[in-house]
């Protein structure tokens, strides 16, 4: 009886172990959900209402992949990628895209920006950040102009999460 506990024990240590071994690399991370992207998606078309204004909005998690995508109607066809890409822009860069066109407008540095065909340096794209990572990003276009596009995005993710 007691070299079958011994068995047991062991057997049980080695699982275990076997268990933490195959843990070990696996990276666990904060991701945009389809009901938080929904619920942002929805807050920047309101928000763009209230400014008489309508728009696209799109939503990508942590990999750039669409998650969420509202078009008002009468919105050009044109800006359903620009929303996209606005987005894509700003979580690939971690920056906002007003502040990073102006970058590459008065930097000399980062002027080259322009040159990469992925992305576009017009407002509107907005990181989305859960404790201090960006987890996502919305793409706004058709509200106006890239001031009124990105005011849309940021007033959205504020009242969402200052609802939570």
């Not at 690399?25 to 309508?54: E, F, I, K, M, Y």
């Not at 890239?146 to 959205?156: K, L, N, V």
Request: glycine content about 8%; aromatic content about 2%; some cysteine.
């Amino acid at each position: 009886m007691h070299r079958s506990k011994l068995v047991v024990a062991l057997v049980a240590g080695l699982a275990a172990a076997a268990a933490h071994a195959g843990a070990e690399g696996v990276a666990s991370r904060a991701d945009l959900t389809l009901s938080l992207a929904n619920q942002l998606a929805d807050a920047t078309l309101a928000d763009c209402h209230a400014r008489q204004r309508t728009a696209v909005v799109a939503v990508v998690d942590r990999a750039g992949q669409l998650v969420s995508l509202q078009r008002d109607d009468n919105v050009g066809p044109h800006n359903t990628v620009a929303a996209q890409r606005k987005a894509f822009t700003a979580l690939s860069t971690k920056t906002p895209t007003l502040l990073l066109a102006e970058r590459a407008r008065t930097n000399p540095d980062a002027a080259n920006l322009t040159t990469l065909d992925e992305l576009l340096l017009l407002g509107g794209g907005v990181p989305v950040v859960v404790d201090d990572v960006v987890i996502g990003a919305l793409g706004v276009a058709g509200a106006g102009g890239g001031e009124t596009d990105q005011a849309c995005a940021q007033s959205a993710i504020n009242s969402v999460f200052t609802a939570h």
